[in-house]
């Protein structure tokens, strides 16, 4: 019997005497010292090794030893028997001490398998037969994705990642999610598949991406029908129930007098499989041509996907819009960073203070607060005009500082000016404004910022023929952050290929050559800082306008963070990249952590009766730990980023031959008796 | 104060008195020096003789802290050194400073970035002026990368992966972008074996000789070299002058310096020049010896 064989069989033996011995417990146990080894195996794996193997195929004592160690520790702190953690992290040990004997694709799935089931018993779920589902689930998807198969089938797969995520978290209420999703996929699907293989014809590339669309579709389907079978009755939500939503959300259900909740189904299913695939022919298609036209193409396709958006938001009455504006919002704010930190190499922890002021510029001015209530369509400029100066203002103090003292200095400024917000108001001696000249008073306790409780309301905007935008209809919202952003797409990139962008570029390279080929550092560092702030401006007046009242805790320094982690998780210096690390991070923090709390939250409720969960268990509370942890895994093993420009990759990755010129050069030096001689 | 070296025109850059003190430690002492239009000259002397930080005071790296830098007529000490470049001085560097990851036709681009017009205001519209001015640098690039030799080849390698002597050259390059009346250079065949060392100071001289500006209707430049490799600069030069300490110890034709008692004691030691002149005194009295030197 080979090895693997014996110790999978050995492995399923202990294990079943260990469930039949210790009851319930007993899979919670292996659960969790498997969650445990696998984050062991895997944070040691990236930091000491690089690899999974290496550590993997260890000898086994020395790990049973440590086992123990961690076991006993386990015991501790969970109050369960120690024989059995014991037992179970012996039989986790053995699995994962073999894993590297095993095919790859077994052992990836192994360890998506295990880490899902232990995830879900964290969260709530801790009813063993949707344990072991899901973890069966997780584990095949994720055998699937390591196996060797085309490339078209594999991009559908991991981008139908996509889809999978959005239907799990939303679709147990909304499941006409499930076409918003498969739209996401699909287009996602597209663009990597022609990404990682490039067709030649606009046929080829069609069938390509329709393939790609399809499997992220299916993949999305599949989810969807996981919720309806499994999950969405979890949640406390009965099938009659689930029928009524169907009936409600999914589009033209009501045209086409669907009356049974399977056929209503099979319509959401149809639409979402259309979308995908669609949308990933059209793109794949679009790709294979070459030159602006091609490019072009690729644009109208992206933005016909945005753009429908909200009328498939409103078909599908998921009200997805509050969330998403958001998410522009910030991705707007990453790409005026980027401007900062990547072009010009200038790291900024501050950000926020930028945004902050571009707000609090369109709050005085443009609410009843001050009595100065002018048009948002005017305020918006003065908002990125007072950002821009301020980035000036804030940018002179750091013009002799690199690297950590720069970033130590922004980080103050970015303290210090929400608190400069609200000490300027607030009413009281302390929260307001006095000064006088001689005997006249200028200022009699002037209330500038509203202090802690902040301006409310702000104006909205309004146009001729929308009216006043409301918070109810937030559709005009919606295009007017899109019309921002393409704004700001289309000038930033203008600036990357000019002359200032390569005044940027070299001065990131190197500040004392770019001084001395003739490129005035200091003009060129106050550009970067204000042209960063002044996109932040306008993020800050959007979105001070969009919510309708702006306080000093919405930019405090977390908000910096997190734009600065979309821009690193993306790839520093390409827009496409920072667009994608903001969709996933913002993505994550706005639409699907909240509805993950909340799904966990309804199955709790389910099963206890009981509203309440415990902090670890609410993803909202963990988001920051998730940021740091997604940080720190990108930074060991993906330095660049997702997407990273070509020059940030060349940084970070050297290529061999420069490696191999050097030393040839090294090489020359010695042989050659005239450098010798020197 | 009288001329060290009776000019034959008005020099293209004079140093007065230049004296250089970092803390208790003098690099420069009260150095004068002229290098007239169009000419070659080294600057030579051994290791923390104070080449590189001459070099730096002329490129504004340095402030002199005493002493006046004037170049075609202005007093430049204090500028900093964009302000020295876009005035007509372009650099390389003793060890390569190139924007590794940038191509070389980038390189070349960021070099004409003084002698560019476009604004902010420009860039942002993409107005006619400024597709006509990105044109016209992005032709002007290739030519002067092709013109040193690189050919527009290697327009689109990132420069990073260049061999050793095509960075120098493409350093040259982007030198000679940033359209200067002088042109320092600083060890330009360090690190070369002689096939390449010969190639390039063959391209020093066609610089000097038929370099074109964009903006000045004249042919040629002038060239200033710090070089360690004597053939290199006793071959290529027209005027040398030898730095020892943060001294001038001597200047002249070629030959002359190599004859020289104080520059033969600075680089092989005393026991050599003790020889020629017999024995102490002879840094002390360098500079009334240099200042006997006919000029030429």
């Known amino acids: ?678 | 104060m009288a001329p060290l070296v009776e000019a034959r025109a008005t020099p293209l850059l004079e140093a007065r008195s230049i004296i250089k003190r970092f803390g208790g430690l003098t690099a420069v002492s009260d150095v004068n020096f002229v290098i007239e239009k169009n000419s070659i000259t080294g600057l030579i002397g051994p290791n923390g003789a104070g080449k590189t930080t001459f070099f730096n005071m002329i490129t504004g790296l340095y402030t002199p802290t005493e002493g006046d830098m004037i170049f075609d007529g202005e007093r430049i000490n204090g500028l900093k050194p964009s302000q020295v470049t876009a005035r007509g001085i372009g650099r390389t560097f003793q060890n390569i400073r190139l924007f590794a990851n940038l191509t070389a036709l980038e390189n070349v681009m960021v070099g004409q970035h003084c002698r560019m017009k476009t604004s902010l205001v420009g860039t942002l519209l993409r107005t006619s002026a400024m597709r006509r001015e990105e044109a016209t640098v992005k032709a002007r690039g290739l030519r002067l990368l092709d013109y040193v030799g690189l050919g527009s080849r290697f327009a689109d390698e990132t420069a990073k992966n260049l061999p050793y002597g095509d960075q120098r050259r493409l350093e040259i390059a982007r030198a000679l972008a940033t359209d200067p009346k002088l042109l320092l250079l600083d060890e330009p065949t360090a690190g070369m074996n002689p096939k390449e060392t010969d190639a390039l100071t063959a391209l020093i001289r066609e610089v000097r000789d038929s370099y074109e500006s964009p903006s000045r209707n004249e042919k040629g430049l002038t060239v200033l070299l710090i070089e360690h490799d004597m053939k290199v600069v006793m071959g290529i030069s027209e005027r040398v002058t030898v730095l020892d300490r943060g001294i001038k110890i001597a200047e002249g034709l070629p030959h002359e310096v190599q004859s020289n008692e104080n520059v033969i004691e600075a680089y092989l030691g005393k026991g050599h020049a003790a020889k020629g002149k017999g024995g102490g005194g002879v840094i002390k009295n360098q500079r009334t010896d240099s200042k006997n030197q006919p000029a030429s």
């Not at chain 1, 990125?384 to 500082?401: D, E, F, N, Q, R």
């Not at chain 1, 702006?550 to 977390?558: A, M, R």
């Not at chain 1, 268990?617 to 940080?631: A, E, I, K, M, S």
Request: hydrophobic share 55%; charged share 10%.
């Open chain 1, 1 to 678: 019997m080979p090895k693997p064989v014996r110790v999978g069989l050995l492995a399923l033996i202990t294990s079943t005497l260990f469930m039949w011995i210790f009851g319930n417990q007993g899979a919670q146990v292996i659960v969790i010292t498997a969650l445990l080894i696998t984050v062991l195996t895997v944070v040691g794996s990236v930091f000491y090794e690089k690899q999974l193997e290496s550590i993997l195929s260890t000898p086994v004592l020395p790990g049973l030893i440590g086992l123990l160690i961690v076991s006993v520790f386990i015991s501790q702190l969970s109050g369960l028997s120690i024989i059995g953690v014991v037992i179970g992290g012996m039989v986790a040990g053995l699995l994962f001490s073999h894993l590297s004997l095993m095919p790859r694709p077994m052992s990836i799935g192994l360890i998506t398998g295990l880490a899902s089931a232990a995830f879900l018993s964290v969260f709530a779920l801790q009813d063993h037969p949707v344990l072991i589902l899901g973890g069966l689930v997780a584990g095949a998807y994720g055998a699937l994705l390591a196996s060797p198969m085309s490339v078209t089938i594999k991009s559908g797969l991991l981008t139908g990642l996509v889809g999978i995520v959005f239907v799990l978290t939303y679709a147990n209420e909304r499941p006409s999610i499930a076409i918003i999703g498969a739209l996401l996929g699909g287009i996602s699907a597209g663009l990597l598949a022609s990404q990682k293989q490039h067709r030649d014809t606009p046929g080829q590339g069609a069938i390509q991406g329709a393939i790609a669309g399809g499997i992220a579709g299916l993949s999305t389907v599949a989810a969807l029908l996981l919720v309806w079978q499994f999950i969405a009755g979890a949640s406390g939500i009965s099938a009659l129930e689930f029928a009524e939503e169907l009936k409600e959300t999914v589009p033209g259900a009501h045209a086409l007098g669907l009356g049974s909740d399977i056929s209503t189904m099979l319509l959401l299913i149809v639409m979402s499989l259309a979308a995908a695939v669609l949308v990933g022919a059209l793109i794949g298609a679009a790709r294979t041509v070459s030159g602006p036209t091609g490019n072009l193409l690729v644009y109208a396709v992206l933005g016909a996907v945005v753009l429908s958006l909200p009328w498939i938001d409103r078909a599908a009455n998921l009200q997805l819009l509050n969330a998403i504006i958001p998410v522009f919002v910030f991705i707007l704010l990453a790409l005026g960073l980027n401007i900062v930190v990547g072009y010009a190499g200038l790291l900024d922890l501050g950000y926020a203070a930028f945004f902050a002021i571009g707000a609090y510029t369109t709050g005085m001015l443009s609410s009843p607060h001050l009595g100065i209530n002018l048009n948002f369509w005017l305020v918006v400029w003065i908002a990125a005009a007072v950002a821009a100066v301020a980035g000036l203002i804030l940018g002179a103090p750091t013009l002799p500082l690199r690297g950590d003292y720069l970033a130590i200095v922004t980080l103050g400024f970015g303290e210090i000016v929400p608190i400069v917000f609200r000490n300027l108001g607030g009413g009281g001696a302390t929260g307001s404004l006095s000064l006088s000249f001689l005997n006249w008073k200028l200022l009699d306790q002037l209330d500038l910022t509203g202090g802690p409780s902040g301006i409310t309301p702000i104006t909205p905007p309004k146009l001729p023929l929308v009216g006043v935008f409301t918070p109810a209809n937030q559709i005009p919202w919606f295009y007017l952050i899109v019309a921002i952003l393409v704004f700001t797409i289309f000038f930033i990139n203008r600036l990357r290929g000019s002359r200032q962008g390569r005044a940027w570029t070299a001065m990131r390279e190197d500040e004392l050559a770019a001084d001395a080929m003739g490129i005035n550092i200091v003009r060129t560092k106050l550009m970067a800082f204000s042209m960063g702030a002044t996109f932040s401006g306008f993020a800050g007046a959007f979105y001070g306008a969009f919510i309708g009242s702006i306080f000093p805790s919405s930019f405090e320094f977390s908000v910096s963070i997190v734009v600065l982690c979309m821009v690193i998780l993306g790839g520093l210096g390409n827009m496409a990249g920072v667009i994608v690390g903001g969709l996933l991070i913002m993505g994550a923090d706005r639409m699907i952590l909240p509805e993950a709390a909340n799904l966990i939250r309804d199955i709790a409720q389910t099963k206890t009766g009981s509203n309440d969960i415990a902090a670890y268990q609410d993803l909202t509370q963990l988001r920051l730990l998730l940021f740091g942890l997604v940080l720190v895994v990108m930074m060991a093993i993906r330095p660049e980023g997702l997407l990273p420009s070509a020059r940030r990759k060349a940084e970070l990755h050297p290529d061999d031959d420069t490696r191999k010129q050097e030393d040839s050069d090294l090489y020359d030096a010695e042989r050659d008796p005239h450098l010798a001689g020197r």
